[in-house]
């Protein structure tokens, strides 16, 4: 997780200890696959949360408790891997199952590995390197997303979090890797949030500067 420049590369399968547990959480996310409907639904209901968030520049308690209800249920239809070393033995059972070359999985180890650590770098809290069944309205495996989960400070400010988010979603770019089309997509709207958050620094900045030239002319 430390130093956010490069993959590590010197580590194996892992121990038949570590086989064994990510062959469970495959297997078990497998069973509870997440409905395509159902996961846009969420993923909509957290965008309206950061577009609140940038508002109010505040999160309430129950905000919180949603995120946290939301998060919550993306991971029951997750598997779920600690570090590096677990993620790789995850996507190299997926792989295997699911008939994805080498590179696949070389890719997706440099891609999240920049994410996760430059996450780290910016304080971000670490959930874990994960795989998300999904489902289509048929109930079919429609798809596997790998990925990464951490969740901001709540000491933070909306810009701040946006910042150190965009920081993340470029990661891959500025580590060897490159972002993904969801990633551009996040930091488009992220910037959008961000430029929200400076035009209104800049009326209230006016507003105060009109109130100063008022009090000094009178």
């Known amino acids: 997780m430390e130093g956010g420049s490069k993959l590590e590369t010197n580590i194996g399968s892992g121990t038949e200890g ?24 969420l993923e909509d209901q957290l965008g309206k949360f950061k577009d609140e968030f940038v508002r109010t520049d505040r999160r309430s308690i129950e905000q919180i408790a949603q ?22 033995e995850m996507l190299t059972q997926i792989a295997t199952t699911y008939g994805k070359p080498q590179e696949w999985i070389t890719d997706l180890l440099a891609h999240e590995n920049a994410h996760a650590n430059v996450a780290a770098e910016t304080g971000h809290e670490w959930v874990g390197y994960a795989s998300v069944f999904i489902k289509n309205e048929a109930g079919n495996l429609s798809s596997i997303q790998p990925l990464h989960f951490t969740k901001p400070s709540l000491t933070w400010g909306a810009k701040e979090s946006l910042e150190k988010e965009i920081d993340v979603l470029e990661a891959p770019d500025k580590y060897g890797n490159r972002a993904s089309s969801f990633d551009r997509d996040d930091i488009l709207k992220n910037r959008e949030r961000l430029e929200l958050i400076h035009a209104r620094e800049q009326r209230d900045k006016d507003r105060m500067d009109e109130i100063r030239r008022e009090l000094k002319s009178s």
């Open 18 to 41: 570590i086989k064994s547990i990510m062959a469970e959480r495959i297997e078990a996310a497998k069973k509870n696959p997440i409905f395509e409907s159902r996961l846009a639904i």
């Open 67 to 88: 995120e946290d209800l939301i998060l919550g249920e993306i991971l029951k239809s997750s598997a779920l891997a600690d570090n590096i070393i677990e993620f790789r």
